[in-house]
Structure formats: C-alpha cells, structure tokens
C-alpha cells in the first residue's frame, strides 16, 4: 500500500527504470462491446479516459498492476490490449492510495476510472496501450486514436489509421448500441413478433461523435448524425442540419459555420464559412491524396466544390467547382495584386487551380457571360456573426 504522494511517485519512477517497461504514446481503460453471436468480435471500444501524450506515472502504473495481475505485458509491439481482473483493479487502489479520498483524486481522471472498476464484473473491460503510431492492429487501438483526433489530443491527420476499415465490424446501430446485423437476421422474427425490434439510426462501422465525445461549450450540433466519430469540433464551431457533414480525421481548428460537407482529412481554419451545400473533397475523392487545409476567414459559396487546399480570406463564389486542373484567367492588375500579398507567388494570365493552391486572398468567380473561371483579389471580408458562434 503506497501511503504519500512521494512513495508513489518513486514507485511510478521504479517501475519506468525497469528494463520491461516502456511509455506509451497512448492508453486507456476501454469498455468493449462484443458481438451479441460471436463474442469475440469486438464492436466498439468506450474510453471513459482517453490519455495520449499525458499521465504517464499512471501508464506505468497499469502496466505494473497487469504484471503483477498475471496478464503478459509486452511493451515491444506497437499496441497491447489486456484483459483486467479483482487484481488489476487492487493493486491500482493500492497505487492511487494517497489520492482516494482527496480533492486531487476527485479530480484524476484515471483514479474515478479505477474507482468505477471496483466491484464491477470486469469481463468488457480492457487495457489499452499505444506504443508506436504503427498501423493498428485491433478495434481497441483503433478507436484510442479516434478519440485523441476527436478530443483534439493529436493534431487532425497525424495518425496511422491504415486499415482501419477492415479492423472495424459494419453494425447496426441503435443509439450508443452496436448490433451485429447476422443477429438482426437470425431473430428478426421473434424480435417483431413480440415488439423489440430496435430503432435503428444507421449502419456503419463508425460511430456518431457525440455518442463517445463530449462537445466544447460554444459548439452546436443540430443533427447527431452530421458528424462522424474521429471528427474535431473546435470551440465555436456550429453544424447545421441539411447538407451538412464532418467525416473522421476532418474538422475545424476554430469557430466555423458548417452547412456544407468537410470530407475526410479536410481541414477548416477558424472564421470560415461552409456554405450550404458545398464540398470539400477529401483524399479519396478526386484530390490525388492531396489532403485540403481551408485557412482563416474564408468562404465557400453555396454548392460550391473545392478540390484544392486554400489560404487565409478566400472566396469561392456559389456554384463554383475548383480543382487542381482548372483553367483560371487572371487580369494583369491581379497578378500584381495576388503577387504582393503571397510572397513567391508567380501568375501569368491563364494558370491551372493548382498554381493558386494555398495562396491568400483569392476570390474564384465564373464570368456570368463567358463562363470562364476567373480569379482576382478578395475585396470582401468574411466574418462569423459573433452571437452564433
């Protein structure tokens, strides 16, 4: 039983000095789903706790309690996923002994998790650890990298999600439960005969963001089913109903208005505006694995559709579709205008899109009598109305 703060600081010390021991890039205790027929399949994995980059004394922690558990802790692989037991759970209490009963401990979050695990029957639960950001191997690791995207732990697109897809179950879901669809089939009659047949909101291998994430306090989400888990949501961000929606590892990076589709990998800087309808393509559609950045304080018209990233106080009227080999007429007097305020930028007056990629300031326009797309100085300032955001 550790009793001070400074026994458990230097047993947390003694446990990372030893030749085993390893410290992970991410870890949590995960309440697992399984498969209502195969209980081995995993279908969703729940972190009350989602540490990455973070309290590393109680990543060793866990770690020694599994040892101690019985569990084999190999910290050479790139993930590891334990089962846990009474065990893992005392020996833990036994560790946090100096914070249960004291306002730190209320506020650790791992403590309440360890907390909450007392007593319990202990069967979905896991323990999950994230050594290298290799390409993940189980639904477990999988869903920790999704949570450190959603909660803005890592930066949006810093991740190795390979094969991600193949790794997670296409289920039913109904609310926050995953449903295997062969066990739909196997009791769909009895299930309607007797009135139990669930309401099922979709059928997808992810999850809704707002089932697993908590939203910043200015941020609004108007319909659950816009935002897909592994998305971000900065503060301030709005998504409205409609046209709108978030792919994972895509998101905003401060307030933005959302009535439009931000695709995956897709980036959206703070003061912009998703008009309604409009795309941005993400890098499996139609972008060359080019991942899009939209900067600071731009607009995207109504079903617009932009497939190149953009700079800060850009433009793209309504209608408007703008990829990477698009022919762009600019006057002599905006070459030297767009020159001025995007050092090393060099125009002629016909360019492809891909030449202006990333470039401020720009405002595309169709030419209503001659169709040509055109590009010139923004002369207009996007901003956000302050009492929506």
């Not at 008009?275 to 600071?296: E, Q, R």
């Not at 109504?302 to 006057?331: H, M, Q, R, W, Y």
């Amino acid at each position: 039983m550790i009793k001070t703060e400074n026994e458990f600081k230097e047993a947390i010390k003694e446990i990372q000095d030893q030749p085993w021991y390893r410290q992970p890039i991410g870890f949590g205790i995960a309440r697992i789903d399984k498969g209502q027929l195969d209980d081995t399949k995993v279908l969703q994995a729940t972190y009350p706790v989602a540490n990455w980059g973070e309290n590393y004394g109680s990543a060793a922690l866990f770690l020694s309690c599994l040892n101690k558990s019985g569990s084999t802790v190999d910290c050479t692989t790139s993930e590891l996923v334990c089962d846990i037991n009474d065990d893992f759970v005392s020996f833990a209490l036994g560790y946090f002994a100096p914070y249960l009963d004291t306002a730190i401990g209320t506020k650790h979050t791992n403590v309440q998790v360890i907390r909450e695990l007392e007593g319990k029957e202990l069967s979905n639960y896991k323990a999950v650890f994230v050594f290298a950001d290799d390409k993940p191997l189980s639904v477990e690791a999988v869903y920790l990298k999704l949570y450190a995207l959603s909660l803005g732990k890592a930066p949006l697109r810093s991740l190795n999600l390979d094969g991600a897809f193949g790794l997670l179950e296409n289920c039913a879901w109904s609310g926050t439960m995953p449903i295997e669809l062969e066990w739909l089939r196997q009791n769909e009659v009895s299930l309607k005969m007797t009135g139990q047949y669930p309401v099922l909101d979709m059928v997808d291998k992810f999850p809704r963001f707002l089932s697993h994430i908590i939203p910043a306090q200015n941020t609004r989400v108007l319909d659950t089913s816009k935002v897909r888990f592994g998305a971000r949501l900065a503060d301030g961000t709005t998504v409205m109903p409609g046209a709108s929606y978030i792919n994972f590892n895509a998101g905003t990076l401060g307030a933005v208005m959302v009535e439009g589709r931000i695709s995956s990998s897709a980036i959206v800087g703070d003061g912009s505006d998703i008009g309604g309808g409009a795309s941005i393509l993400g890098v499996l559609s139609g972008t060359d694995g080019n991942p899009i950045s939209i900067g600071k304080n731009t607009l995207l018209g109504a079903n617009s559709t932009t497939g190149i990233p953009l700079g800060d106080g850009c433009i793209v009227d309504g209608g408007v579709a703008i990829f990477e080999g698009t022919k762009v007429s600019i006057s002599d007097e905006n070459i030297k205008k767009l020159e001025q305020i995007n050092h090393g930028l060099k125009l002629d007056n016909i360019v492809k899109a891909k030449v202006l990629q990333g470039a401020h300031g720009v405002h595309f326009r169709a030419d209503s009598q001659s169709g040509k797309m055109i590009a010139k100085r923004s002369e207009r300032e996007v901003k956000l109305n302050k009492e929506l955001h």
